[in-house]
T-cell receptor
Framework: QQQVKQSPQSLIVQKGGISIINCAYE??????FPWYQQFPGKGPALLIA?????SEKKEGRFTISFNKSAKQFSLHIMDSQPGDSATYFC??????????????FGQGTILTVHP | DAGVIQSPRHEVTEMGQEVTLRCKPI?????LFWYRQTMMRGLELLIY????????DSGMPEDRFSAKMPNASFSTLKIQPSEPRDSAVYFC???????????????FGPGTRLLVL
């Protein structure tokens, strides 16, 4: 119930295209859903995050879509650029209980944007 | 702020040797996390601390792994004895979960790439 399932494992997109990465969760106690971006040789860094009280959050070319009833959320990268090539992780956490502060990460998606 | 600092950045050791990884979290942060990343298993949470106290060590793979946080600005992850299957990138991350306005953002260090021969 603590798992976050992410797909696809890898994604190849042409420059200017839309990249879409999906995640699903089981634990309805999760109330915070961030996406992290990781470049080779670096640690993951927060990209964008959403809470379940909204269905969508947009920051520049990056959008999170959230479907509470389906327990799914996705990352959309519009006008994908070669510089977006990285590994993307979805994650989830909950407000209270013994897991407070802990992020449960998906398996990651390796995105390659071809010029 | 310098961000999360980890040392060493690279470590090559032989099987059976003791390995100590070090982490300095961002000043003022109250949570510290140790992760392990491999191609096969992805990003795994090993252990995390709140105000220097271990909260959840269920991800520590075996008794060969131990972690300490003697003060708010320093933590170690020790592997003794090391084995080839411990080869991975180990990340330390810190966060500040203030009572007013949760800030769950975890700030990751650059990682320590460990190779056990």
């Amino acid at each position: 119930q603590q798992q976050v399932k992410q797909s696809p494992q890898s994604l190849i997109v042409q420059k200017g295209g839309i990249s879409i990465i999906n995640c699903a969760y089981e634990n309805t106690a999760f109330d915070y859903f961030p996406w992290y971006q990781q470049f080779p040789g670096k640690g993951p860094a927060l990209l964008i995050a959403i809470r379940p009280d909204v269905s969508e959050k947009k920051e520049g070319r990056f959008t999170i879509s959230f479907n509470k009833s389906a327990k799914q959320f996705s990352l959309h990268i519009m006008d994908s650029q070669p510089g977006d090539s990285a590994t993307y992780f979805c994650a989830a956490s909950m407000a209270g209980g013994t897991s407070y502060g802990k992020l449960t990460f998906g398996q990651g998606t390796i995105l390659t944007v071809h010029p | 702020d310098a961000g999360v600092i980890q040392s060493p950045r690279h470590e090559v050791t032989e099987m059976g040797q003791e390995v100590t990884l070090r982490c300095k979290p961002i000043s003022g942060h109250d949570y510290l996390f140790w992760y392990r990343q491999t191609m096969m298993r992805g990003l795994e949470l090993l252990i995390y601390f709140n105000n220097n106290v271990p909260i959840d060590d269920s991800g520590m793979p075996e008794d060969r792994f131990s972690a300490k946080m003697p003060n708010a600005s320093f933590s170690t992850l020790k592997i003794q004895p090391s084995e080839p299957r411990d080869s991975a990138v180990y990340f330390c991350a810190s966060s500040l979960l203030a009572a007013a306005g949760r800030k769950e953002t975890q700030y990751f260090g650059p990682g320590t790439r460990l190779l056990v021969l």
